[in-house]
């Protein structure tokens, strides 16, 4: 088994296209972080789209599929719908995904009516332009991707101090004098020129999943904007490489399978992760909700505990509302933990641990509401 799948990589690999794919993906990954930050997610989404139109518009003025002006008109549609997209986000007072949606339908919508109507007999490889042809990518394409990488990266190591206070506090940047124009629209022209020259190369899908995904899984990871960024980086090539080799393994489309790759790696930290993950929200829910029972009790029991045992019980199980089974098994946990024993009366009275359990939890901010409550 093992010996006919090193086989079967061995035949299949091509270096060429693992270079590719891994520049394109470290040039995608390199600006994802920022983007998900800025909540600007959907502007990759928008440009793979909105490209067509750019891409149409210079075909109908060259005549020619393999024109390099096809790329030029795709950078200079994507940097319109930058463009348009802030000024109606800064003018038209509307949220960034509502400027974006308007946009590209606009964009989108003129390219495809274009093509029906005057680019006919051209035909259009829909699996090429939304899959790529990564199977078929050729050594020179590395002309095209690794450029932009190298500005992506001394983009990043120049105004890395400025881009993270533009991100976090925009005011705050203007303020210490850089300009946030500058920084805002510098930031998404480069996003906007590895778009379209990723998208080329690899298919908008690939682009999008290797652009997005990796930032949002290194978000989960952790909360220091430089460690996300390298931590994307290395996410976006072990879902690259896994796609890749499974892709050869599977005989299936290597881009698509990147793109499942990177949503299976996102779906586990979001589950997994051991500080914010689902299961650890789960389970901090569930220990914040005994606690909080727990405290009601012993603060019901602490103001209640002069009065007989039946009384007592039957008083503070009627004001906490509670309904036998939640009771009594607060009642039990309580005697485990001694935090309430019986005194020489066979009243129940709150021990030193609990006490010392209703200091510490009003200490909390979660349960500041307690301190001065009078039941």
Same mark, same amino acid.
Request: charged share 15%.
């Given at each position: 088994?093992?010996?006919?799948f090193?086989n079967k990589i061995?035949t299949?690999?091509? !270096?060429?296209v693992?270079?590719?794919l891994t520049?394109? /993906?470290l040039?995608?990954?390199?600006l994802?972080i920022? +983007?998900v +930050?800025? =909540?600007?997610?959907? *502007?990759?989404?928008?440009i $793979? ?6 891409i149409v518009?210079a075909?109908?003025i060259?005549?020619?599929?393999? /024109? ?9 549609t994507g ?5 348009f997209?802030?000024?109606?986000? =800064?003018h038209?007072?509307? &949220? ?5 949606n308007?946009?590209? *339908?606009f964009l989108? /919508? ?7 109507n005057?680019?006919?007999n051209v035909?259009i490889?829909t699996?090429? %332009?939304f899959?790529?042809?990564?199977e078929?990518?050729h050594i ?6 690794f450029?932009i ?11 890395f101090k400025?881009i993270?206070?533009?991100i ?10 850089f300009? *946030? ?10 996003? $906007? %020129?590895?778009?379209v020259?990723c998208?080329?190369? %690899?298919? &908008?899908?690939?682009v ?6 990796p930032?949002m899984t290194?978000?989960l990871?952790t909360s220091n904007?430089?460690s996300?960024f390298?931590?994307?980086l !290395?996410?976006?090539?072990i879902?690259t490489?896994?796609?890749y ?7 299936i489309?290597?881009a698509s399978?990147i793109?499942?790759? *990177? +949503?299976?790696?996102?779906l586990l930290v979001?589950?997994?992760? =051991?500080r914010?993950g ?5 389970i901090? @829910? ?22 007989p045992?039946?009384?007592q ?5 009627k004001?906490?509302q509670w ?6 098994k607060?009642?039990?946990q309580?005697?485990k933990n ?5 005194n020489?009366? @066979?009243q129940?009275?709150?021990s030193?641990?609990g =006490?010392n359990?209703i200091k $510490?939890q009003q200490?909390?901010n979660?349960?500041l509401?307690?301190?001065n409550?009078?039941?």
């Open positions: 088994m093992i010996i006919q090193l061995a299949k690999f091509e !270096w060429d693992f270079l590719i520049i394109t /993906s040039a995608l990954a390199s994802g920022f +983007l +930050l800025k =909540k600007m997610t959907m *502007t990759v989404d928008a $793979s789209h909105t490209v067509l139109l750019g518009l075909f109908l060259t005549k020619n599929l393999n /024109s390099p002006l096809l790329i030029i008109g795709a950078i200079l940097l319109i719908t930058v463009i997209t802030e000024i109606l986000k =800064k038209a007072q509307i &949220s960034s995904d509502g400027a974006i308007i946009i590209l *339908t989108f /919508s003129i390219a495809i009516i274009i093509i029906n005057y680019t006919r035909h490889d699996d090429a %332009v899959l790529g042809n990564v078929l990518i020179k394409q590395i002309y095209k991707i450029p990488l190298i500005i992506n990266i001394i983009y990043i190591f120049l105004f400025e993270k206070i533009f976090f506090d925009p005011c705050l940047c203007a303020l210490l004098g300009s *946030t124009i500058i920084i805002n629209y510098l930031l998404m022209t480069l996003v $906007s %020129v590895t778009v020259v998208f080329d190369i %690899v298919g &908008s899908i690939m999008i999943s290797c652009m997005i995904g930032a290194a978000i990871l904007l430089l996300g390298l931590l994307s !290395w996410i976006s090539l879902n490489y896994l796609g080799f499974l892709g050869i393994l599977w005989d489309p290597i399978l793109a499942i790759i *990177t +949503l299976i790696h996102f979001l589950i997994c992760e =051991k914010k689902i299961i650890m929200t789960i901090q @829910n569930h220990k914040h909700k005994k606690n909080l029972l727990m405290l009601n009790l012993l603060i019901h029991l602490e103001n209640h505990q002069n009065q045992f039946k009384k019980l039957t008083i503070i199980q004001d906490l309904n036998n089974k939640i009771f009594n607060c009642i039990e309580a005697f001694n935090y309430i024993i019986y020489k009366n @066979n129940i009275t709150i030193l641990f =006490k359990f $510490s200490q909390n979660n349960f509401y307690f301190k409550k009078k039941c």
